[in-house]
């Protein structure tokens, strides 16, 4: 299969000398033949044009939930998959957030058997510890042969500090990571939104940002006696800003990432007590959001992700107290972005961290093999429900104005458009 980008704004500081210049870019049986001022199409060539075409490697996102296995009727990995491929994203991590979790090697072939035939590649997580149920450790060896990028129980703290102490050591004999969330259930107790002024105003129980930075206290310290390498998912504080900064200063290899609703919204955001604002963490202060920036700008903050989590509408139409946690993301996050950063910092964020996760990095040079997202940077618009390619619509962002076309990706000869 031949296909021609043509006149296509490429966006890749990697490479200096095609960086933000226009090329035709020539991809045959997935392989990137040439990147020139010109290239006229060979007979059989699929021509991809488009006005203010802009052309980066493929776009990574470290957290992304679906439903199957056992709950289909929120995502399906195919549909997922044809999500996020529309979106951008040409690689993806799997959040084990299926029933029954992913905790033993067999669980983890049937994702990646479920997602062979996909444009986007899933890179699954499992479970650090059986059942999820925080006690005894999974099986992390096999279900790192078998296809595992890391280990984590979704959403939730590792609430033993002896298992995470002997979960990181382990993991060190086969270069795992081992991810925490960070959260202390007991300060945080039946709490469901920041704990705030806000809070007080709408009579809603609220967690102390204490919560998230006393785990990340406690992480850090056995993460500094370790070793090992520790991830640390979607931070909200200002204080765990600087908790993650100091201890990068000391050489510990931990990561973090902030979900680009935590960038965007405020927790005065809740005031009409729309459940699609009900997320975990919560929504915080203008000051954690201005700190949570300033961290992805400096690089503290490891990963943006979409933190998607779609559920069906039993979950959210509901009082606010009775709501679950979560919105979707995939389809809003590339627009979103560009309301916030610059597009070349907006390309850094979607494109950097697969290494953190043991991923090859993609290259956007001749001979490589194509892992491209397509995209036209300016437009803007407002998002509406008819952008949702989800099966679930739990939406935070419908009705917000965005900025930024994805017009479709591309990985190794599977080419999708969205135009």
Not at 38 to 62: A, E, Q
Not at 187 to 206: D, Q, R
Request: charged share 25%; hydrophobic share 40%.
């Amino acid at each position: 299969m031949n296909v021609l980008i043509k006149s296509a704004k490429i966006i890749n500081p990697g490479t200096k000398d095609i960086h933000l210049k226009k090329r035709d870019i020539l991809i045959t049986n997935g392989v990137i033949q040439k990147i020139a001022s010109r290239i006229d199409p060979p007979t059989k060539t699929k021509v991809v044009s488009y006005k203010n075409l802009h052309v980066s490697l493929g776009w990574f996102d470290s957290s992304v939930s679906f439903g199957e296995p056992g709950h289909e009727e929120r995502e399906t990995i195919v549909n997922g998959l044809k999500t996020a491929a529309s979106s951008g994203f040409t690689d993806i991590i799997l959040n084990p957030t299926g029933n029954p979790v992913p905790d033993s090697s067999s669980d983890i072939i049937f994702l990646k058997n479920a997602a062979k035939d996909a444009l986007t590649r899933l890179h699954p997580l499992g479970n650090l510890t059986v059942k999820g149920e925080g006690e005894v450790l999974a099986e992390l060896y096999d279900m790192k042969n078998a296809g595992a990028v890391g280990f984590y129980d979704y959403k939730a703290a590792v609430s033993n500090p002896n298992l995470l102490k002997i979960a990181l050591q382990y993991a060190q004999n086969f270069n795992g990571i081992v991810c925490s969330f960070p959260l202390d259930k007991k300060i945080a107790g039946k709490g469901i939104v920041n704990e705030g002024i806000t809070s007080t105003k709408l009579g809603l129980k609220g967690i102390p940002a204490l919560a998230e930075e006393l785990q990340i206290v406690r992480d850090l310290f056995i993460l500094e006696y370790t070793g090992g390498k520790l991830h640390i998912p979607t931070v909200s504080t200002e204080n765990s800003v600087k908790l993650i900064a100091s201890a990068k200063k000391k050489g510990l290899n931990v990561t973090c990432s902030v979900a680009i609703h935590n960038l965007l919204f405020k927790d005065d955001s809740l005031i009409d007590f729309d459940t699609d604002y009900k997320v975990m963490p919560p929504l915080r202060t203008k000051g954690d959001r201005n700190a949570l920036l300033k961290g992805v700008k400096n690089g503290t903050i490891d990963f943006v992700t979409s933190d998607h989590t779609p559920l069906n509408i039993e979950l959210k139409q509901v009082e606010f107290d009775n709501a679950a946690f979560g919105t979707i993301g995939l389809e809003s996050f590339f627009g979103s972005l560009r309301t916030l950063f610059e597009l070349e910092e907006v390309i850094k964020i979607l494109t950097k961290g697969r290494s953190v996760f043991g991923l090859d990095t993609p290259e956007l040079k001749e001979g490589a093999l194509a892992c491209l997202t397509l995209f036209e940077p300016d437009t803007e618009y407002e998002f509406s429900k008819d952008l949702i390619m989800s099966s679930s619509k739990n939406s935070m962002f419908l009705g917000k104005s965005i900025k930024g076309k994805v017009l479709g990706s591309m990985v190794e000869d599977a080419l999708t458009l969205n135009f």
